[in-house]
T-cell receptor
């Protein structure tokens, strides 16, 4: 089966610019996660969707980050405006829901200069 | 919310030795505990998971133990090989099946 697809793989932007990441989960997976992984740290959950509804976004910096999952399939994560500390790998993951395996995409490596 | 602590942050072993990584969690309602392996520049991949209705699970050289009373779980790798070198993350679920990850353990297996 096809895995979780993310694009772009790499992005370099200047601070205060905006950026968007795209994720296509595994077909049929109701749950979609966005994680931020700073170098040398574990993935930090930003937002979790169940179909097209938000389950949790308590760790999403809502003044600059936004995410949506239209029609309960693809999802986009946006940062506007970016800060230097946003430099990280942004990982998208999906699962069938419940206590089931979460499959990760390759991630988008963001560098803010 | 859930808090997952992982130790040690780095672990160096000789090829053939065993490696043990430990995690603690805070949410007593957590019932799913996966372990992921992440090689440099690659995505995290599930290597083993355990649910709260069992205390131990084994898959070849990898085993996971769970102590729900103490709220801790451990990953055991026996007969380590150089290809086991990677960063390992534990995780625990909480309300809404949010997955919270530990900080990671960098395992180095010396040939």
């Amino acid at each position: 089966e096809a895995g979780v697809a993310q694009s772009p793989r790499y992005k370099i932007i200047e601070k205060r610019q905006s950026v968007a990441f795209w994720c296509n989960p595994i077909s049929g997976h109701a749950t979609l996660y966005w994680y931020q992984q700073i170098l040398g740290q574990g993935p930090k959950l930003l937002i979790q969707f169940q179909n097209n509804g938000v389950v949790d976004d308590s760790q999403l910096p809502k003044d600059r980050f936004s995410a949506e999952r239209l029609k309960g399939v693809d999802s986009t994560l946006k940062i506007q405006p970016a800060k230097l500390e946003d430099s990280a790998v942004y990982l998208c993951a999906s699962s069938l829901g419940g206590s089931s395996e979460a499959f990760f995409g390759q991630g988008t490596r963001l560098t803010v200069v | 919310g859930e808090n997952v602590e992982q130790h040690p942050s780095t672990l160096s072993v000789q090829e053939g030795d065993s490696a043990v990584i430990k995690c603690t969690y805070s949410d007593s309602a957590s019932n799913y505990f996966p372990w992921y392996k992440q090689e440099l520049g690659k995505r995290p991949q599930l290597i083993i998971d355990i649910r709260s209705n069992v205390g131990e699970k084994k898959d070849q050289r990898i085993a996971v133990t769970l102590n729900k009373t103490a709220k801790h779980f451990s990953l055991h790798i026996t007969e380590t090989q150089p290809e086991d070198s990677a960063v390992y993350f534990c995780a625990a679920n909480s309300a809404g099946n949010m997955l919270t990850f530990g900080g990671g353990t960098r395992l180095m297996v010396k040939p």
